[in-house]
């Protein structure tokens, strides 16, 4: 076997497929991780905005748990935006990488339209006025 006959490891089914693999990590995290800024962004909005309406129970319920499960759940909120990678991966795989740039930008917004929504309700749950 010449070297010009594939004796590169990259050669290989296995080595164009870590290629593309990594390929696709690294355009998957140069699209998302910028975008995670915009999520906590809007996450945070959120928790100021229900702040904000619900202060008076806030400042009485305001202690060292509280921020601290919201720092929780703040951190969990990011572990759940991971879960977008798997999404972005999957596309990215069937083949379907050239159309997925508006799928993207959807899922981006109702991505972060569903958190918002999640974080409004557990703050109404932690401040305690769910029947308002």
């Not at 390929?23 to 999520?39: F, I």
Request: proline share 3%.
């Amino acid at each position: 076997m010449t070297a010009t006959q594939g004796s590169s490891p990259n050669s290989t089914p296995t080595g164009r497929f870590v290629d593309r693999a990594t390929a696709y990590v690294a355009d998957a995290l140069r699209y998302w991780e910028p975008k995670r800024l915009v999520y906590n962004l809007a996450l945070a909005l959120v928790l100021i905005a229900d702040a904000l309406a619900h202060w008076p129970v806030l400042r009485d319920k305001l202690s060292t748990n509280l921020v601290l499960g919201l720092f929780v759940l703040a951190v969990l909120a990011n572990v759940c935006y991971c879960a977008v990678y798997i999404v972005d991966l999957f596309v990215q795989f069937s083949g379907l990488r050239s159309a997925w740039g508006k799928g993207r930008v959807v899922l981006l917004t109702i991505g972060t339209a569903f958190a918002a929504v999640v974080t409004h309700f557990f703050l109404l749950g932690i401040f305690g006025n769910l029947g308002e």
